[in-house]
């Protein structure tokens, strides 16, 4: 069964900080993604990595993929307030179907 | 364009009843996928449509849930006899079905079951 693992859970960071998100999963899969939540909505469709050594950058976030490590990251880059909302990683075993969630980290922006 | 669309965004169940939620995905997308949302959790897989056709229900909890998607487009998920442990956000999301793919979230229905 597929696990995906997420740390920290929740993260409190300051403005203008640095700071890293890690996504572990359980079966070999070069399909991960990223998506972002704020409260009562919907996921939001951010990153999409689909080989070893795959990184993508938007704005402030920058995510990369190592396939062997079963290990993706989400760097976030001199944090704002408006970055504040709960990010998943999911990841797909191949059969382009299902996505299995990662737990979330919920990410809060202070002054 | 217009992105997924559900209804109703809100819905309260006393224990027992049936309910009854739709999906109206993103026009010319071939896949829909269920997904169940507890609080505070991530999303869980329930089911998943090619067209009208019901590949993957491996997900759904009981078979008190139920999903259809008769034209290959708008779907509905029924779960009989609600019980509590159904309350959660039930999130549909549609796809182009190609493989890789990106699957695009609706803003999902809130089940709140007294």
């Known amino acids: 069964e597929l696990k995906v693992e997420q740390n920290p859970l929740f993260l409190s960071m300051q403005e203008g900080k640095n700071y890293t998100i890690y996504c572990n999963y359980s079966?070999?899969?070069?399909?991960l993604y990223w998506y972002r939540q704020d409260p009562g909505k919907s996921l939001e469709s951010l990153f999409v990595?689909?080989?070893?050594?795959a990184v993508k950058q938007e704005g402030r976030l920058m995510a990369s993929l190592d396939t062997k490590a079963r290990l993706s990251t989400l760097h976030i880059t001199a944090a704002v307030h408006d970055l504040s909302a709960t990010y998943f990683c999911?990841?797909?075993?191949?059969?382009?179907?299902?996505?299995?969630f990662g737990t979330g980290t919920r990410l809060q922006v202070t002054l | 364009g217009a992105g997924v669309s559900q209804s109703p965004r809100y819905k309260v169940a006393k224990r027992g009843q049936d309910v009854a939620l739709r999906c109206d995905p993103i026009?010319?997308?071939?896949?829909l996928f269920w997904y169940q949302q507890a609080l505070g959790q991530g999303p869980e897989f329930l089911t998943y449509?090619?067209?009208?056709?019901?590949?993957?229900k491996s997900g759904l909890p009981s078979d008190r849930f139920f999903a259809e998607r008769p034209e290959g487009s708008v779907s509905t998920l029924k779960i009989q006899r609600t019980q509590q442990e159904d309350s959660a956000v039930y999130l549909c999301?549609?796809?182009?079905?190609?493989?890789?793919?990106?699957?695009?979230f609706g803003p999902g229905t809130r089940l709140t079951v007294l």
């Open positions: 990595l689909l080989s070893n050594g």
């Open positions: 449509f090619q067209n009208e056709a019901q590949l993957d």
């Open positions: 999911a990841v797909d075993p191949g059969t382009a179907s299902k996505l299995t």
């Open positions: 999301a549609s796809s182009l079905g190609l493989d890789p793919d990106t699957q695009y």
């Open positions: 026009s010319g997308h071939v896949s």
């Open positions: 079966t070999t899969s070069d399909r």
